[in-house]
């Protein structure tokens, strides 16, 4: 199976990257949004995923890796709520702002602009590879 990309949201005063850089691995939960969590569900272990810092700042500052998939929200003290966990792989060299994104017709496909309140969102290699670009490689 190929790897897949993803972009995660999370408000930076609730979990930053530093946060997750500090801990070294965080669990991703907390996700109420039907086809946010079945994006968590489908995730395997060595997806990479953007980490997005949302509210505040409104860019792409991070890359981290899923390092354990399927498993249960410990937050729900139902269990249907889906969760990852993940490890920080490197911080961007240039963080890429909505705004940047928003303006660039080679991106006006992604799902951080077409469905802009999900919270974890599909993306493509092909925007995967541009974003890098041009996060400064």
């Not at 939960?29 to 039907?34: Q, S």
């Not at 911080?91 to 994104?101: F, G, Q, R, S």
Request: glycine residues 8%.
């Amino acid at each position: 199976m190929a790897k897949r990309y993803w972009l995660m949201k999370s408000e930076p005063d609730a979990y930053s990257w530093d946060d997750l850089v500090e801990e070294g691995e965080g669990t991703w939960d907390g996700v109420r949004n039907h086809r946010a969590a079945n994006n968590l569900r489908t995730m395997e272990v060595g997806d990479e995923a953007f980490f997005y810092h949302s509210n505040i700042g409104k860019e792409i500052v991070g890359i981290v890796t899923i390092s354990k998939a399927g498993i249960a929200d410990p937050t729900d003290p139902e269990g249907k709520w889906a969760a990852v966990k993940v490890k920080p792989v490197r911080k961007l060299k240039n963080p890429v702002t909505l705004k940047e994104i928003k303006a660039d017709p080679e991106l006006a496909e992604i799902e951080l602009v077409k469905l802009s309140r999900l919270s974890v969102a599909v993306i493509t290699p092909e925007e995967w590879d541009y974003l890098i670009a041009k996060s400064g490689g």
